[in-house]
């Protein structure tokens, strides 16, 4: 059985069992909104499913339910946020924040977060970027799912990346990839409902391809183009340093696993890049450009413009709300 609810009752839903098990305010809040943002968007696997892995993490102290996100360092045109280990989202929204400002004024700005949690769908952070006519860049790592290059062990996360390109009048272009060659959380959801997986999405703890999502978290994701191309692996190499070294925080196979409640504190990063377009070629020739671009991809029927699939559904959520199971509803209700 399934229930109808609007999406400011699913906040107050989520936020509320998140402080339930210690999280601040402000953290509930802003993790709520993004995983009911999230859900509407129907990204079940970024969506209301997190509630009892952030849950889990909060009650076996994975999460510093008291964090309150701070810039540690600033220098120009660059910043570095410390989430002080606690939920990532609202440390990403202050980074935006303040990377909006440093592009505005220097023209593009990088602005990162250090000590951080599972980033969640990325390019959401960078909706605010867009709206203030800036163009964004995202990066986050996770703990470790996939193999380097030539490799066998994971050493690397799915490590997404993500990126928003205003339009003068129409939605943004949004592009968000994991770097795997599906998001892990997939693999979540399908053991949930029991399902198998397509081979060439995963390996087991063997190293063999498997259609079992269960033992594929227990062994490794494989990355894009795996089969026949070491690019995936290179671009989640380039993804984990811009995450990791420069701004310190933990490489993902120093990050015990989302996937279970007991493990360390993972404080991974994420990191934004905002360009201002009217310091380049100017923003009215920007906007131009980019419709000289969109009309030439739709000439072909088959093209759909990324992000607008899932804007569809969120309009249609915010106007009817959302579809959640009857044993998600009593789960979010209940003590986690």
């Known amino acids: 059985m399934t229930t109808m609810i609007t999406m400011d009752e ?10 339930r098990v210690g999280a601040g305010a402000a953290m509930a809040r802003a993790t709520a909104q993004a995983l009911v943002l999230a859900e509407a968007q129907g ?19 994975r999460v510093n339910g008291a964090a309150v996100p701070t810039v540690i360092k600033s220098k120009g045109a660059a910043a570095l946020v410390d989430a002080q280990e606690g939920l990532a989202f609202a440390a990403c929204d202050l980074a935006i924040l303040e990377a909006i400002a440093r592009a505005r004024e220097f023209g593009i700005s990088i602005v990162a977060v250090t000590n951080s949690h599972h980033a969640g769908v990325l390019v959401d952070h960078l909706r605010a970027v867009a709206g203030a006519g800036l163009v964004g860049l995202g990066f986050a790592n996770a703990p470790s799912a996939m193999p380097a290059a030539g490799g066998k062990h994971p050493i690397f ?58 033992a594929g978290m227990d062994g490794s994701m494989l990355p894009v183009g795996a089969a ?73 029927d088959g093209v759909r413009l990324p992000g607008v699939r899932r804007e569809a559904l969120l309009i249609a959520a915010r106007a009817n709300g959302i579809l959640i199971s009857d044993a998600m509803l009593a789960s979010l209700q209940a003590p986690l």
């Open 10 to 19: 699913a906040e107050a839903l989520v936020a509320a069992a998140l402080k």
């Open 43 to 61: 990204l079940a696997s970024h969506g209301l499913s997190r509630v009892s892995q952030y849950a889990g993490h909060l009650r076996h102290g």
């Open 157 to 214: 996360g799915t490590n997404p990346i993500a990126a928003i390109f205003p339009r003068r009048s129409e939605l943004p272009l949004m592009i968000d990839l994991s770097l795997s060659e599906v998001a892990r959380g997939k693999l979540m959801v399908a053991a949930k409902e029991g399902k198998e997986i397509p081979l060439g999405w995963a390996l087991d703890a063997q190293g063999q391809p498997t259609t079992d999502p269960k």
């Open 228 to 300: 026949t191309s070491p690019k995936g692996a290179m671009l989640a190499l380039v993804v984990e340093l811009l995450v990791t070294a420069l701004i310190g925080a933990n490489f993902g196979f120093e990050a015990s696993s989302f996937f279970v409640d007991e493990g360390n504190r993972p404080r991974l990063g994420q990191t934004f890049i905002v360009i201002d377009p009217g310091a380049l070629a100017g923003r009215e020739g920007f906007l131009d450009r980019v419709e000289v671009l969109v009309r030439e991809m739709l000439i072909d």
